[in-house]
């Protein structure tokens, strides 16, 4: 069963954020609670961990910027 990764809110205010690097590369393996991407919001820059282990898939590339609740990959 996949599991979408999202685009988190890290802020109470943010309402977009940065996809700054993959951490995992496509087709690698994501490991549950291990950093999968780095995302830049306003204030900060934050490495966000994956929510379940499995193969990554990619959906949406770094360097652009996306909206709270995009769906960024998943892990099959």
Request: charged share 25%; net charge negative; hydrophobic share 40%.
């Amino acid at each position: 069963m996949a599991v979408d990764i999202i685009l988190p809110k890290l802020g109470f205010s943010m309402t977009e954020g940065q996809l700054a690097e993959w951490l995992v590369p496509d087709g690698g393996q994501a490991v549950e609670g291990e950093p999968l991407f780095s995302l830049e919001s306003d204030k900060s820059v934050n490495e966000v961990e994956a929510p379940a282990s499995g193969t990554l898939r990619i959906i949406k590339e770094p360097g652009e910027t996306y909206e709270v609740g995009t769906v960024l990959g998943t892990i099959e």
